[in-house]
């Protein structure tokens, strides 16, 4: 298994103990398999002046500065693709197994811009059903452990 780079990039922080403690053990975890970061950008809030559409497009501007311009972008999209773990699994070996740096992005509340999906090489759903951005930043970190778990021949996937 090669060295895997990884950054989950995401809206805002995690504003509840609970939510950054759960992050924290999968990042942990994490760094036995990969070189793994977390980016917040700052998210733009809504108001009578901010509508949805300009929020996420100023969101998106945040989003695309920062994924790395050799990245493989996957970004987390309601309308995207469901894949099991070992799809995943698959999917990280294709995009990162060579040492190519790997950028998951999670939208803000709002949604996700257009630009973001663009650059993205893959768009990602995790459920038919609609999570808040904490759980599903940790449902997500938790899939990207299960794969590298997969890629390494563990059982933790089991």
Not at 31 to 45: C, G, H
Request: charged share 25%; proline share 4%.
């Amino acid at each position: 298994m090669g060295v895997y780079r990884i950054s989950l990039i995401t809206v805002g922080k995690l504003k509840e103990e609970h939510w950054r403690e759960a992050q924290a053990e999968y990042v942990k975890r994490l760094k036995n398999y990969a070189k793994i970061d977390v980016i917040e950008v700052t998210p733009e809030p809504l108001s009578a002046t901010v509508t949805p559409t300009q929020s996420i497009e100023l969101e998106g501007e945040r989003l695309l500065k920062a994924i790395p311009a050799e990245a493989v972008a996957v970004a987390l999209d309601v309308a995207g693709r469901p894949i099991d773990s070992m799809a995943l699994a698959e999917r990280c070996r294709e995009w990162g197994g060579d040492g190519t740096h790997i950028a998951f992005v999670v939208g803000g509340a709002a949604g996700i811009a257009p630009a973001v999906l663009e650059r993205a090489r893959f768009r990602l759903s995790l459920s038919a059903m609609t999570f808040t951005h904490e759980l599903a930043r940790v449902v997500l970190l938790e899939q990207i452990y299960r794969a590298m778990t997969i890629l390494a021949g563990k059982t933790y996937h089991y």
